[in-house]
């Protein structure tokens, strides 16, 4: 992880519940990246999340809030809002949208595999998702966004809608922000088809692991994840074409903190059963602690919203200040 970081901004949509792709992907690090950066903002970005059809939107806003506050977001060193309580994000969205070009957009390969075939019936929200990500961003003048490999285009989008405002308004006002790309965790697949990320929103309930998994759901979705016959080989070329196993075995690595190739010295040649074994011990041993404390944050709702207020307050002294310069160079009127 880099030193002398200025500021750091990242989101997460509240569309389900967390899942261990989510922790090992991005809020582990964000919790990392707290006692480094200077500025900490996350920011729950339910704007986002209705780009797709949500039906419980405001109880998992508010669950996803005691979910990062158990995972160790401390909103005494992060700033911990969501994305529709503060305006000026769909503000700048507008302004940006004007900036950032269509045929930008259309090269944008998330929004190619979220509509699949569905495309003309897609939202026009979901094809501009990335411009409202990029008023996330810049609002705070975030000099580095933490991104897993699924977001690395987006953020690339960014820089771009960021150096075009600058130079057609003759102007420095947006920092153009640095990607983090994070060492470990970077994409956990579904343990159904390694193909696919994990995912809130996936149809199976067993092909992710989430955070208020028990113990007898963690062991029962590791044991019934897709592996395949042949043993843990020790060095990685053996994991090529094995696609589940290089999944669960790049799970492991994250939970150890290690790289796959030194986890792989250590259980090259254990058998599956025996390597998932010990798989879900480490998962339980990591995993419980957290549910059990999101459970009790969950039944003070007072308290969370008390939070959130507090960050969205904080949140929009940053961005009203970046706003009201963006709003001079374009030219609006002052009333
Ligand atoms: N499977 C994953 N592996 C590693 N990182 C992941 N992230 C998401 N899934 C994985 C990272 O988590 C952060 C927050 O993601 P998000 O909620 O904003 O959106 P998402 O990437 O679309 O996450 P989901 O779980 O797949 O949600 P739905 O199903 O609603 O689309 C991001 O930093 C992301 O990289």
Redesign the pocket.
């Known amino acids: 992880m880099q030193k002398s970081i200025e500021a750091i901004f990242?989101?997460?949509?509240p569309?389900?519940k967390l899942?261990l792709?989510?922790y090992?992907?991005?809020?582990q690090n964000w919790v990392k990246l707290q006692n480094i950066a200077k500025q900490n903002i996350y920011c729950i970005?339910d704007c986002?999340?209705i780009t797709?059809p949500q039906t419980q939107l405001q109880k998992n806003t508010l669950h996803l809030a005691a979910e990062l506050i158990a995972c160790g977001i401390e909103p005494q060193k992060s700033i911990l809002f969501v994305q529709s309580d503060n305006s000026h994000h769909t503000e700048l969205n507008w302004i940006l949208s004007c900036t950032a070009l269509i045929g930008w957009l259309a090269r944008m390969t998330q929004f190619k595999e979220?509509a699949s075939r569905e495309r003309e019936n897609a939202s026009v929200g979901l094809y501009a998702y990335p411009t409202l990500m990029a008023a996330d961003i810049l609002l705070y003048k975030a000099t580095h966004v933490?991104?897993?490999?699924?977001?690395k285009q987006h953020l690339e989008l960014t820089r771009n809608i960021a150096q075009r405002f600058n130079n057609i308004y003759d102007s420095n006002i947006f920092t153009i922000p640095e990607p983090l790309i994070l060492e470990v965790?970077?994409?956990?697949?579904s343990l159904r088809d390694a193909t696919a990320?994990?995912?809130?929103?996936?149809k199976s309930e067993m092909s992710m692991i989430n955070l208020t998994d028990s113990s007898e759901q963690i062991a029962i979705k590791i044991r019934k994840s897709k592996t395949d016959a042949d043993a843990i080989p020790s060095e990685t070329q053996g994991l090529e074409n094995r696609l589940e196993a290089k999944n669960l075995i790049g799970i492991y690595a994250s939970l150890q903190n290690c790289s796959l190739q030194s986890a792989l010295q250590k259980i090259g040649g254990y058998s599956f059963a025996k390597f998932k074994g010990e798989l879900t011990e480490m998962l339980i041993d990591k995993i419980i602690p957290i549910g059990n404390e999101i459970n009790k944050l969950k039944e003070d709702e007072n308290h969370l919203r008390g939070i959130l207020a507090h960050g969205a307050e904080q949140a929009k002294k940053i961005s009203k200040t970046t706003l009201r310069t963006v709003r001079e160079a374009v030219g609006f009127y002052a009333p």
């Open positions: 990242s989101g997460i949509q569309s389900g899942h792709g989510n090992l992907g991005a809020i970005v986002h999340a797709v979220k933490p991104v897993g490999e699924d977001q965790g970077a994409r956990v697949m990320k994990m995912s809130k929103s996936a």
